[in-house]
């Protein structure tokens, strides 16, 4: 069993930068690749970025790539997201979740958190 408690949500204006974080508890987190996604209202879950076990590959999706950046801590078990140059579209529940295979699809995430409000204003 794993246990991701996200973090550091909040409102800021668009262009601004935000940090948020996912603490993992539980089973060995080195067993576990990291991914982020975010669901906004009336919308389906989308995929953001994905972290390897190791933090040694990563991926994301082409809306954020080059503004977003995925990293691990496997000392501390956290997943952070650095989220630059925001835009409205970007307001959504931020999730991060667990899976045995990296770069896998939602449905193969065996844990998730229970996720984090990010608010862009214009």
């Known amino acids: 069993q794993v246990q991701l408690v996200e973090s550091g949500g909040g409102l800021v204006q668009a262009g601004g930068s935000l940090r948020i974080s996912c603490a993992a508890s539980?089973?060995?987190?080195?067993?576990?690749?990291m991914g982020w996604f975010r669901q906004a209202p009336g919308k389906e879950r989308e995929f953001v970025a994905a972290?390897?076990?190791?933090?040694?590959?990563?991926y994301y999706a082409s809306s954020v790539k080059g503004r977003f950046t995925i990293s691990r801590d496997n000392v501390k078990k956290t997943v952070h997201l650095q989220m630059n140059s925001l835009k409205p579209e970007d307001t959504a529940v931020y999730y991060c979740?667990?899976?045995?295979?990296?770069?896998?699809?939602?449905?193969?995430?065996?844990?998730w958190g229970q996720g984090t409000q990010v608010t862009v204003s214009s």
């Open positions: 979740g667990a899976t045995r295979i990296y770069m896998s699809a939602p449905k193969d995430y065996a844990y």
């Open positions: 972290i390897s076990w190791n933090g040694g590959n990563t």
């Open positions: 539980g089973r060995t987190f080195t067993n576990y690749a």
